[in-house]
């Protein structure tokens, strides 16, 4: 779980297709308190917030990708399986059938991809195109996969 100071990170995780939930707005203790309840770890940029929960919470440096190593070497990015997890909501996505979704892409994309996936929880549809490759190629050049 992330607090209102690591949404970089938040998505970086996403895409690696680690499960993360964010509170942006919610006060610090009501966080801390949610990810005690959901036996989450909570991330964070605030010294004080890591004084609020201790050993429950990481304190990440201001870099995402100095923040995306620390956490790699903490070993929380073992099983990461990139662009299995919705990026929005962080639900698990599913394959759908190209003809499914047909009117939902543009014609190029349908045009030019074969496989797609769906969010079940918020309908978005993901295919992998150049900014996949790039993301990977952006992971893969910062030692993270
Ligand atoms: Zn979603």
């Known amino acids: 779980m992330s607090d209102g100071t690591c949404g970089d990170v938040v998505k970086w995780l996403r895409i690696l297709g680690l499960d993360t939930t964010a509170k942006f707005h919610n006060p610090a203790p009501l966080v801390l308190k949610e990810a005690i309840s959901e ?7 605030s010294a004080t917030i890591k004084e609020l929960g201790r050993e ?6 201001e870099k995402t ?3 995306l190593h620390k ?8 099983g990461a399986t990139p662009f299995t997890r919705c990026l929005v909501c962080n639900t698990p996505l599913k394959d759908i059938a ?12 349908y045009q030019t991809h074969t496989e797609f996936k769906i969010c079940p929880d918020c309908d978005r549809i993901f295919w992998s ?5 790039n993301m990977l190629r952006c992971l893969k050049n910062a030692n993270i996969i």
């Open 56 to 61: 429950r919470v990481i304190l990440l440096p």
């Open 71 to 78: 956490l790699k070497e903490a070993g929380f990015l073992q």
């Open 39 to 45: 036996d989450r770890v909570l991330l964070t940029r």
């Open 129 to 133: 195109g150049t900014h996949v490759e």
């Open 98 to 109: 190209r003809e499914e979704i047909r009117d939902r892409v543009p014609p190029y994309i």
């Open 65 to 67: 990708m100095e923040s």
